[in-house]
């Protein structure tokens, strides 16, 4: 009988949870000439989220970054959801200097269709001493898909 509790219960549990995939493009506020675009794939879990994204960068500095962020939504503007979010990055500088990050922000998602909603974030980036020159503001928007 505890066996059939603890199933109804992980089942009922990853039945409110939504994947999410996504496409975006984004902007370096520190170094204009830095413009990307990525690919997300996210799990939500009510108010909570886990996001692993790609991020390309090819103009200004040849980049690729690798990020794991967490957010949790915060407020409701009419349908947006206002989301804060932290999280870690790997750069991989084409150059040699590679390095974590520390990334912290806030996000807005705002429903298009039931399953589309587009996305509008900030993040602010620091990073330890061989990724330094790219710690500064981030500006990301795109679109993402809810299965």
Known sequence: MKKLVLVAALMAAFS???VEVGVNGSTDGANADRTGYGV???QKFGGFGITGG???YTKGT???????IGSYDVS???????AVKAGAAWLNQKTGNDGYAALVGVGAS?????QLAATVDYRYQ??????????????????????
Do not use: E, M, W
Request: hydrophobic share 35%; net charge positive.
């Open 16 to 18: 409110a949870q939504a």
């Open 76 to 82: 409701r503007f009419g349908n947006a959801t206002i």
């Open 110 to 114: 705002l429903p298009v269709t039931k």
């Open 62 to 68: 040849d980049l690729d970054k690798y990020s794991l």
């Open 40 to 42: 997300t794939l996210g």
């Open 126 to 147: 620091a990073g330890q001493s061989s990724v330094r020159s790219l710690d500064g503001s981030t500006v990301s928007a795109g679109l993402k898909y809810s299965f």
């Open 54 to 56: 790609f991020d390309r």
